[in-house]
């Protein structure tokens, strides 16, 4: 457990670095969007607490890097969120290629929240619901939270490829 949690230190720490220098996240640097996300997801069921899947609808195609970093940030913070919180046993990640867009839906079967509570607390920049939100709309993109207590909670965020 020492050896795990110095090596997440360590990772998280990188991470960091590369954020505050604008840098695409290790995650991306060698692997595509999709690759990277089923890594996390992966990484969620190691946790242990519930199982989670991972898919991709469409026909997959490389995107623009503020476009990927975008959506792997989103899907991290779901999934850290999903794991303090909804006390979820199952989890589905969805990377959907559109047309003209990329969409990614987090949902979990876990005990859910009132969003309206969740929106009014706010919270600083970057993090949780409004940084998510923040970061799809960046890129003329739209974000949306689906979640009532006891019922779950469905993320989506999709973005312009183009």
Do not use: Y
């Not at 991709?56 to 975008?70: A, H, I, M, Q, S």
């Not at 079967?109 to 969003?115: K, M, P, Q, T």
């Not at 890129?139 to 973005?159: D, Q, R, Y």
Request: charged fraction near 25%; aromatic fraction near 4%; include cysteine.
């Amino acid at each position: 457990h020492l050896s795990r949690a110095k090596n997440l230190a360590r990772g998280s720490l990188q991470d960091a670095r590369r954020s505050v220098w604008n840098l695409r996240p290790q995650a991306l640097e060698s692997k595509a969007l999709d690759v990277a996300l089923q890594d996390e997801v992966r990484e969620f069921n190691v946790e242990g607490k519930g199982t989670a899947s991972f898919s991709v609808v469409g026909d997959k195609r490389p995107l623009p890097p503020r476009v990927e970093t975008t959506l792997l940030r989103i899907c991290q913070e779901c999934l850290t969120n999903i794991l303090k919180h909804a006390r979820a046993t199952k989890t589905d990640v969805v990377l959907h290629f559109g047309p003209d867009s990329v969409s990614l839906r987090v949902s979990d079967n876990g005990i859910g929240f009132s969003v309206a509570q969740a929106q009014s607390r706010g919270g600083a920049p970057g993090m949780g619901l409004a940084g998510m939100e923040e970061r799809a709309e960046l890129l003329g993109g739209k974000f949306s939270v689906n979640s009532k207590p006891g019922e779950g909670t469905v993320i989506e965020a999709e973005v312009p490829t183009e």
